[in-house]
């Protein structure tokens, strides 16, 4: 992204006013910051910058905030926004790796802006998919909910090692209720560094993440059974390619289920819908659906006990007394029939003597 910068030069230093006033409106009005000890004009502190503190809450320039006390720090930068091609605060950092710019949208003096980057391999920052960056940006608290857009840059490098494409990213924010995405832009910078733009309402611990829609599958036990027998779902075969899957959500005639397998029967007989629903941990979802067929019970074979209606052939004696194993209404049948037809031909013969 190119950036027209018009810069306004200070006026002269007074005497004892060294002319870096941190973004102050007047030299020498309290708020002048020291470069420790540079020579080049550079507005930023190497050490410790005014009392106005690094982040939302208060921490001063350099040091760690608590919220990520457990991670694995491996640079900070605390740079005061300066008014570039026009009103609006832009912080530029250029020490710490990926964080190139944060454009504020207010009209208001925005204090200390402390960037810490995190390794992303860290384990005490649950972030979603595969982490490319890692990064707590912390303002003034007068500042911390104000909207502002942050220019990333992450190298083709870090891409190569996850296997992931510039298409896959996307900016997450931290927040009480878990991982936001922000809306993002990605554009490729040469061959070697990926620009990522966010817009953000506030500020906390921001991750830039390869992330990717969940691949959803079922299998069952069967595609036929019988009413009352139990079977087993599974979304085993579900995949995610970045990150992985954290909820499944199973509908089956009616009932709904959790987890990566499920069991459960059908009391009637028919043919069934089963949909299953995979979340990733970016939030992402799919969903797929089997069919399955499920058979009365019992199909009037020998052994087989079934409800009474009174009509032969049904499984039970007309009174409703169940039959001894092994008795046939069929057979019983067609004995009588083959009884009836040898006494015919008997009559017959005889009639014909």
């Known amino acids: 992204m190119t950036v027209d910068v018009n810069v306004t030069e200070p006026p002269e230093p007074r005497d004892g006013d060294d002319g870096l006033n941190g973004g102050g409106d007047e030299p020498g009005d309290g708020s002048d910051r020291t470069d420790g000890g ?49 009103d609006t605060p832009v912080a530029a950092f250029d020490t710490v790796e990926t964080v190139q710019t944060i454009t504020f949208q207010t009209d208001a003096q925005v204090g200390d802006v402390q960037v810490s980057t995190i390794d992303p391999d860290t384990e005490a920052i649950d972030t979603p998919g595969v982490a490319v960056a890692v990064q707590d940006i912390t303002v003034p608290d007068e500042s911390a909910d104000t909207p502002a857009t942050i220019e990333f840059t992450i190298p083709q490098d870090r891409l190569n090692e996850i296997g992931a494409t510039p298409e896959a990213l996307q900016v997450f924010r931290n927040v009480d209720s878990g991982q936001e995405p922000l809306e993002t832009t990605v554009e490729t910078s040469g061959a070697d560094m990926i620009t990522v733009t966010a817009e953000t309402p506030g500020f906390s611990v921001f991750s830039v993440n390869a992330v990717s829609e969940p691949d959803a599958a079922i299998s069952v036990d069967a595609g036929v059974v019988e009413t009352g027998e139990e079977i087993t779902l599974s979304g085993i075969n579900s995949t995610t390619e970045y990150g992985e899957i954290v909820a499944y959500e199973w509908a089956a005639g009616g009932e709904t289920l959790t987890g990566e397998t499920a069991r459960t029967a059908f009391n009637e007989g028919g043919e069934y819908t089963i949909e299953l629903t995979v979340i990733n941990g970016a939030g992402e979802t799919d969903t797929t659906t089997a069919n399955l067929t499920v058979e009365t019970g019992g199909d009037g074979t020998a052994g087989d006990v079934r ?47």
């Open 38 to 86: 540079d020579d080049d004009g550079d507005a930023r502190s190497d050490d410790s910058a005014g009392s106005s503190g690094g982040g939302g809450g208060g921490v001063p320039a350099g040091d760690t905030p608590e919220s990520i006390n457990e991670a694995d720090v491996i640079t900070t930068e605390t740079e005061v926004p300066r008014r570039i091609s026009g």
């Open 307 to 353: 409800a009474d209606d009174g009509t032969a052939g049904d499984g039970a004696m007309a009174d409703g007394v169940e039959q001894p194993d092994g008795f046939n209404w069929g057979v019983v049948l067609v004995i009588v029939i083959l009884a009836i037809l040898a006494v015919a031909g008997v009559v017959l013969a005889r009639r014909r003597s």
